[in-house]
């Protein structure tokens, strides 16, 4: 059977990551905002020179995401490289996170289950 202080004590451990990763996810944030800002002002600056040569020129508008893709292909890869690097980090505790709260769900519905059992 499964020991009720052995579940609160993995409890905690997990209630201990997921505050270190809320405060990790919330700084990764941070550094993306102007991140985030600067590369979406250079892609709606590179996608506006895509559309003068179109409305100007008659040259042909391309998709979303082939704008997007030579939009990358002239930026900075500076930029390129922190914003792709905190897009993924951010993902990744996200994901973390999201795990983090099934296994503490179904640890608590266990000692619930187990409370109900000795109430029995």
């Known amino acids: 059977m499964t020991e009720p202080?052995?579940?609160l004590a993995e409890l905690e451990a997990h209630?201990?990551?997921l505050d270190d990763l809320s405060s990790k996810l919330a700084e990764v944030e941070r550094r993306l905002v102007p991140v985030e800002t600067e590369y979406e002002e250079y892609v709606s600056g590179?996608?506006?020179g895509l559309w003068h040569r179109h409305t100007r020129e008659g040259?042909?508008?391309p998709p979303e995401a082939l704008r997007t893709r030579l939009a990358h292909r002239e930026m900075d890869p500076s930029l390129l490289g922190k914003h792709v690097?905190?897009?993924a980090q951010r993902r990744r505790m996200k994901?973390?996170?999201s795990s983090l709260k099934a296994v503490v769900d179904a640890k608590r519905s266990i000692l619930s289950a187990l409370k109900e059992a000795s109430f029995q």
Do not use: G, M, S, T
Request: glycine letters at 0%.
């Open 85 to 87: 690097a905190l897009q």
């Open 59 to 61: 040259e042909k508008f």
């Open 15 to 17: 209630a201990q990551e």
């Open 95 to 97: 994901d973390r996170i």
């Open 46 to 48: 590179f996608e506006e």
């Open 5 to 7: 202080a052995l579940i």
